[in-house]
């Protein structure tokens, strides 16, 4: 466990943990159609799932949550997740449990409520995280979406990333099993 999210400071937004006051929204979130189709998460999505899934952001269990807000005390626009199992260079990071690939993070978990679409937020606060994780010690970041999320497929590739694979989802929710899924990786020092 590492704790919640550090908060980030984007030009125009912020990135803070999510708290249960994000609850209601997290549930509007995840079952915005968009959503439904692109995110990988359990559907229907409830607001048990919604506290749970705050409670695991509050404890960093996997890695950091991410609340988009235009300020602190602003409500949600969207989020991020960056997953991980250790930090890098933390005390634990000689746990016989090893990253795959070395010192390596996903990212996913990217979305953006409606209302905030289309201006450059996602690719922004993506950009923020993936800067963070590099500057903290990953050595490479990870993708996985689905094939027909032309969204966040344009996202990553302006973030640098290089699509290498398409395969069947990884995905433990029966919505998103057996479709087609892209992955992608990028280095230290990719980051466009």
Not at 18 to 25: C, E
Not at 30 to 51: F, G, H, I
Not at 59 to 85: C, H, N, Q
Not at 173 to 180: F, G, I, S, V
């Amino acid at each position: 466990m590492h704790g919640p999210a550090p908060r980030l400071a984007g030009d125009t937004f912020v990135l803070t943990p999510l708290t249960p006051a994000d609850i209601p929204d997290l549930v509007k979130a995840c079952t915005e159609t968009e959503a439904v189709s692109s995110l990988n998460v359990p559907q229907p999505y409830t607001r048990a799932d919604a506290e749970a899934h705050v409670r695991s952001a509050q404890t960093g269990a996997g890695g950091y949550f991410w609340a988009i807000r235009e300020s602190d005390a602003a409500p949600l626009m969207g989020m991020v997740k960056l997953g991980f199992v250790v930090l890098p260079g933390s005390p634990t990071a000689s746990a016989p449990t090893p990253l795959p690939g070395g010192e390596s993070a996903d990212i996913g978990g990217i979305y953006l409520l409606p209302a905030y679409r289309g201006r450059g937020v996602a690719t922004r606060a993506t950009r923020l995280v993936a800067q963070w994780a590099f500057e903290r010690g990953f050595e490479s970041l990870h993708w996985e979406c689905l094939a027909s999320n032309t969204s966040s497929i344009a996202v990553a590739q302006r973030l640098g990333f290089t699509f290498y694979r398409e395969g069947i989802s990884s995905s433990q929710y029966a919505h998103h099993q057996n479709k087609a899924a892209r992955w992608a990786r990028m280095a230290r020092g990719e980051l466009q």
